[in-house]
């Protein structure tokens, strides 16, 4: 069964840093996407950043304006978030997500809480 468990979030200031985590198990991951995505109170939920778990190949949002970076390590199985100069807007439910490159299933991690005050 697979799990996506992410970790990391909390209350920081407004132009702090956190790091997510998204420790994933259950199956192999080497044809999947890893992605971050977001979902804040009355908006949708939106896409954050993705890597390649095979290549490390990266997309951003627009909006990350090179704040965030996405990464992965094989060996620990777990992909990250590196937030910097985080603002109020960022303060959202961060979801992990899986996509299985060739059934394009998606496997949804329970979410951790980021709240930036201002």
């Known amino acids: 069964q697979v799990q996506l468990v992410e970790s990391g979030g909390g209350l920081v200031q407004a132009g702090g840093s956190l790091t997510l985590s998204c420790a994933a198990s259950?199956?192999?991951?080497?044809?999947?996407?890893m992605s971050w995505f977001r979902q804040a109170p009355g908006k949708e939920r939106e896409f954050v950043a993705s890597?390649?778990?095979?290549?490390?190949?990266?997309n951003y949002a627009v909006f990350m304006k090179g704040r965030f970076t996405i990464s992965r390590d094989i060996t620990k199985s777990t992909v990250y978030l590196q937030m910097n100069s985080l603002k109020a807007e960022d303060t959202a439910v961060y979801y992990c997500?899986?996509?299985?490159?060739?059934?394009?299933?998606?496997?949804w991690g329970q979410g951790t809480q980021v709240t930036v005050s201002s």
């Open positions: 259950g199956r192999t991951f080497s044809r999947s996407t």
């Open positions: 997500a899986a996509t299985d490159i060739g059934t394009q299933y998606i496997y």
């Open positions: 890597v390649r778990w095979s290549s490390g190949i990266t």
